[in-house]
């Protein structure tokens, strides 16, 4: 393995840039999307993700559609 930042763990940390306008990363993402952010442009008013070149949208989107599960914190079953 070469040396680097995933070689030392440290992207298991704090994670991969995904946003490179405004810094966020996708660990920050999952976390906005755990407390609620719902779409693009909720997350653009939480974080700023996405809102000036719009570059990182495709990841964004993909990033929200795989971790919105972990916004539900109960579910009640129909009888
Ligand atoms: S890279 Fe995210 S808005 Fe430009």
Do not use: K, Y
């Not at 990363?25 to 693009?40: P, Q, V």
Request: some cysteine; overall charge negative.
């Amino acid at each position: 393995m070469t040396p680097g930042l995933g070689g030392f763990g440290l992207l298991n940390i704090v994670g991969v840039i995904v946003c490179h306008c405004h810094g966020v990363s996708d660990r920050r993402i999952e976390a906005e999307a755990g407390l609620g952010a719902s779409d693009a442009d909720d997350l653009a008013r939480r974080c700023g993700a996405g809102s000036d070149c719009g570059g990182c949208l495709p990841l964004i989107e993909d990033l929200l559609d795989t971790t919105s599960w972990r916004s539900v914190t109960s579910v009640q079953l129909a009888s």
